[in-house]
């Protein structure tokens, strides 16, 4: 996986994750925003970014590529800080991954920020899918309809206008669209075992959970039912914001994420 870097305080190493269909380099204007708190670290996702592209995905490759590597560089930064710790930042799938990486090596996280994280299958099954996205994707990919599954999944998420980009940056998208597919088991059903007893209750960072106001409201009562199992947590919203926070509001985001890096 692609590694971008972000110059800040080399003593403070910090990791970040983006959403799907984004790029590593969408955390530069959060790292501006920090004013060099933090040397910031940003992975592109598989098939994501200068990442390379996937010809084929197995099932579960996304998530666990995406572990591999984000521990592997966790580690690597660990070990030159001041206190062999990291700060762990996660954007939508991306806060999935950090929150997994938190539960697999919960001793090297120092503080952990999840912005809109779409971990679904924090909340009971009949809640999981209130506005019909995953029903809509499933019917699409039945039908073999990619561009209208590409389409539906970034109208939900506050994203571009399929048909408004560029021609590249569409096929890009809609190629990128397998590798959101093969992450519904994870986000939808836990496939990494995320959620399992006492995962999240171990976990004495100090985590954080943003979310955009104008989000669809699950996102919000997602941010809750992870939040009730975590023993150091704070909230905060985005007025005017939606799932693309990040993008769209990166001088708030990254202020909010000064918040946690302070409780740390």
Known sequence: MFRRHFPGDRRRPALALHCMMGSGAGWGPIAEGLGGRVDLHALDLPGHGRSPRLAAIAPGEIMATTLTAARAEAERLAAGSADH???????????????????????????????????????????????????????????????????????????????????LTRDQLIAQMAAV?????????????????????????????????????VIAEIAAALAARLPDVGRATVPGAGHMAPLTRPATVAELIAVNLDRA
């Open 85 to 167: 710790r990291v700060d762990l930042l996660g954007h939508s799938f991306g806060a999935v991954a950090a929150l997994a990486l938190a539960v697999v090596d919960p001793a090297r996280v120092r503080s952990l920020t999840l912005i809109e994280p779409v971990m679904f299958a924090a909340l009971p099954a009949p809640a999981r899918d209130p506005d019909g996205l995953l029903a809509a994707l499933e019917r699409f990919e039945a039908a073999g309809d990619r561009a209208g599954a590409t389409a539906a999944f970034l109208r939900y998420w506050d994203g571009p206008d399929l048909n408004a980009v560029p021609p």
């Open 181 to 217: 597919r093969d992450t519904m088991p994870d986000i939808y059903h836990d496939r990494a075992g995320i959620l399992a007893p006492g995962g999240l209750e171990r976990l004495s960072a100090a985590v954080m959970f943003i979310t955009g106001a104008s989000s669809p409201p």
